[in-house]
């Protein structure tokens, strides 16, 4: 009895976690009837662009502005679909020294940051988290957000780097953003009155000791990363 009831957990554990699979446009993400993938042109920028604008309104990132980001880094951007529809989106950016601490303080808005010019497996000191955006109709859905975190950490994990600290910064605009951003372990560490921007802003260090790897097989099963076709 022992036996089953543990392997039972097991399979349950394995049917919670998104597959992680490759295709020819690179790696995707599913979790039941959503998938996560790199924006891969200018038709899912827009559509993401006009998303994020029917959601932030003047507080979004202008599209030309995201056009420029994913030119120079087109591997942190991430499209969110539920079958072949744009629901969503998130962004991680490498971004420069200067340019972090400037936004640390608030001497500079998002819009200003300066995005690295980067191949997908080259390294930075720094990151961007530019958030999330769901539309309404879905931000209620677990599988979502089981799928998002499964995204987020497959990035902090190919992230974390043996004896360097990789810090990775937001700066969320709302109480929905703020608890976003906890949601994902980002904490408080300048707040809205020291800046000279009004929000908050939050930052989280990631480290390698020797739990977390880049390998795709420490965060998704091997039973998992198989070959999936998209239809």
């Known amino acids: 009895m022992i036996f089953i009831k543990k392997f039972l957990q097991w399979t349950k554990k394995f ?24 924006c891969s042109n200018l038709d899912e920028l827009r559509d993401l ?3 994020d604008a029917s959601e932030h309104g003047n507080s979004s990132v202008d599209w030309h502005l995201w056009r420029k980001w994913w030119g120079r880094f087109p591997y942190g951007l991430y499209i969110i679909k539920k079958g072949q529809e744009i629901i969503g989106g998130c962004g991680i950016w490498p ?12 001497t500079i808005t998002e ?15 720094y990151w961007y988290f530019s958030g999330i955006v769901i539309q309404p109709a879905y931000r209620r859905h677990r599988d979502v957000w ?7 950490q497959y990035e902090h994990n190919k992230k974390a780097r043996p004896h360097y600290v ?15 951003a906890s949601r994902f372990l980002l904490h408080p560490v300048v707040p809205a009155e020291k800046r000279k921007e009004p929000y908050p802003f939050y930052e ?6 020797g739990k977390y790897f880049t390998e795709e097989s420490r965060i998704f099963p091997q039973k998992l990363l198989q070959n999936h076709i998209l239809t």
């Open 15 to 38: 049917r919670k976690t998104s597959i992680l699979t490759t295709t020819t446009d690179g790696l995707y993400f599913i979790h039941k009837d959503y998938s996560a993938h790199l």
């Open 49 to 51: 662009g006009t998303v």
């Open 95 to 106: 971004v420069s020294e200067r340019s972090y601490h400037l936004l640390r303080k608030g």
């Open 111 to 125: 819009k200003s940051i300066h995005v690295l010019k980067m191949h997908n497996h080259d390294t930075s000191d």
């Open 146 to 152: 089981k799928l998002i975190k499964d995204v987020m």
């Open 166 to 180: 990789v810090t990775v910064g937001a700066v969320p605009m709302s109480t929905k953003g703020r608890n976003m």
């Open 204 to 209: 989280r260090k990631l480290m390698f000791e």
